[in-house]
């Protein structure tokens, strides 16, 4: 009885060992944040994605650059291809902002109108 006893109560322990390190694991890394700084591959995916209302994805690159329309235009003159354009835009997102977080890519949004694509992306960081 000692013996099926001990052998349950070291069973246990070793089950809330690795449940413990399990979930010091999941505390270390919580995936992605607001605070995060989004990638390149990341803002290209979101410039070209189809969750944008018709065109607007360059008014929320205006108001990501704090730039003009005109800026975005002679890009788009300059690329003349869409992924080109939209590597050409987050290239320069990244290079005239170096402290952008997704919490600011999820305001320009807000400032361009674009409430369910910030909320896409609120979801997908919070």
Do not use: M
Not at 28 to 45: A, C, Q, R, S, W
Not at 58 to 73: G, K, M, P, R, W
Not at 81 to 95: E, F, K, M, P, S
Request: glycine letters at 4%; charged letters at 25%.
């Amino acid at each position: 009885v000692y013996k099926a006893i001990a052998r349950v109560s070291t069973s246990s322990k070793l089950f809330i060992q690795w449940i413990n390190a399990w979930k010091r694991d999941v505390e270390l890394n919580p995936g992605p944040t607001l605070t995060d700084k989004p990638t390149k591959d990341e803002l290209v995916e979101l410039l070209s994605s189809s969750k944008f209302a018709a065109g607007t994805w360059e008014q929320f690159a205006c108001y990501l650059l704090n730039v003009s329309h005109d800026v975005i235009t002679g890009i788009r003159e300059t690329e003349k291809v869409g992924d080109t354009v939209w590597n050409a835009v987050a290239q320069r997102c990244l290079d005239n902002n170096p402290d952008i977080t997704w919490r600011k890519v999820i305001d320009a949004l807000l400032d361009a109108n674009e409430v369910t694509v910030a909320r896409i992306v609120l979801d997908d960081h919070s």
